[in-house]
């Protein structure tokens, strides 16, 4: 059983992280175009063009764990719900 769940984790992770992009600047344009980092606090949600790659970004940096984004204010698990 820990191998299948463990397998899905990794499916879960492969479909999702390919989606995580950013702007390399770390500044608020709206371009979302190269490799999430989480070495820091860099983005915002308006770096976001939409919920799904902030979700992503969320998510790749390890979620409620961590936020090193901010990217989830409320804790609900949901990054940028405004996007």
Do not use: W
């Amino acid at each position: 059983m820990k191998k299948i769940i463990s397998a899905l984790f990794v499916l879960l992770i492969i479909i999702v992280l390919p989606g995580c992009t950013s702007n390399t600047s770390g500044n608020s344009s709206g371009n979302y175009s190269s490799s999430c980092s989480c070495s820091s606090n860099i983005y915002n949600c308006d770096d976001f063009s939409s919920h799904t790659e902030a979700q992503s970004c969320f998510v790749k940096c390890g979620g409620t764990r961590t936020d090193i984004h901010q990217l989830d204010r409320d804790n609900d698990g949901s990054a940028c719900e405004q996007n």
